[in-house]
């Protein structure tokens, strides 16, 4: 079983004067290209979108500063950890707007010069660096027509990582880590996972939703899933469909295709309510060794 990462974060001025009731939480849907500049400006763009919206938790797709024409475009731009223009792009937005931003992933250095580590960074409200979670499932298909072999360019990580919030607990993930559902048993209670993802269109339309809303039901927790969605210049079609599902299993809202953001309210009330009624998370009887 990885190693369980914990990172506590303090309230800012702004965040500890809002109200204890109903959190409003965004995703982002993208369909990012080759140009990162290009594509944080497109993120920039839909960020402030949500932000007009009320959402004051915002999460970018997988990949969303660069879907290039080929796998190893990503290790031409990987960045070191705490530098270079996406990181400082990421945490301009999160200061800018106060807000907690989640930037889906990116491609930071690893140990080889050759790969780098799909990276899901979270910022809190003063733009500063609060988690780091490196993805630990790397996706492998050999279907048809379509092949990946994420682990050619991408070193796996090792350790599970929720963020203890003002808003709640946050658990991080990253796409395919969505099939494998110890790694969210592993975060314990958590009242929100976040998934960015950048799933194919096959897969997507085939498991996407079913996944997403079972990891809700299971955890009885939010389930934020920001997805890239449409067709990309290297030919590769992802499913988006981005969607918010609550603890019971409802999808509170959604975005089939294209560019765009969904929106819907956190209730913590709620939540404990449906916890209580149907304690089944106290009600576990195995456990990992």
């Not at 992802?238 to 409802?250: A, E, K, L």
């Amino acid at each position: 079983m990885p190693i369980k990462s914990r990172t506590k974060t303090t309230k800012s001025s702004k965040t500890s004067k809002a109200s204890p009731g109903i959190v409003k939480i965004a995703g982002i849907q993208m369909a990012s290209g080759p140009s990162v500049s290009a594509n944080l400006s497109e993120a920039e763009r839909l960020i402030e979108i949500a932000v007009n919206q009320g959402a004051i938790l915002i999460a970018l797709p997988e990949y969303f500063a660069i879907m290039g024409m080929k796998d190893t475009d990503k290790v031409k731009v990987r960045e070191k950890e705490g530098s270079g223009p996406i990181q400082r792009f990421l945490s301009k937005m999160a200061k800018t707007h106060h807000i907690w931003l989640i930037g889906g992933s990116l491609p930071l250095e690893s140990n080889s010069p050759d790969k780098v580590r799909n990276t899901c960074l979270m910022y809190d409200p003063t733009g500063k660096q609060v988690a780091r979670y490196d993805k630990i499932h790397l996706f492998n298909l050999d279907l048809g027509n379509e092949h990946y072999r994420e682990d050619d360019t991408i070193e796996a990580g090792e350790k599970v990582v929720v963020v203890d919030t003002p808003l709640g607990r946050v658990g991080l993930s990253l796409c395919y880590d969505l099939r494998f559902p110890e790694l969210y048993r592993a975060m314990g209670e958590v009242d929100l996972i976040v998934v960015p993802a950048a799933f194919t269109d096959t897969t997507g339309r085939a498991h996407w939703e079913t996944l997403i809303r079972a990891r809700a039901i299971e955890n009885q927790c939010y389930v934020l899933a920001s997805a890239q969605g449409g067709y990309h210049l290297s030919g590769r079609e992802t499913h988006g469909n981005s969607m918010i599902v609550d603890p019971w299993g409802v999808v509170q809202d959604r975005l089939p295709r294209g560019s765009g953001v969904v929106v819907a309210g956190m209730n913590p009330a709620y939540q404990a309510s449906l916890r209580n009624s149907l304690p089944a998370l106290k009600h576990r009887t195995l456990h990992a060794c």
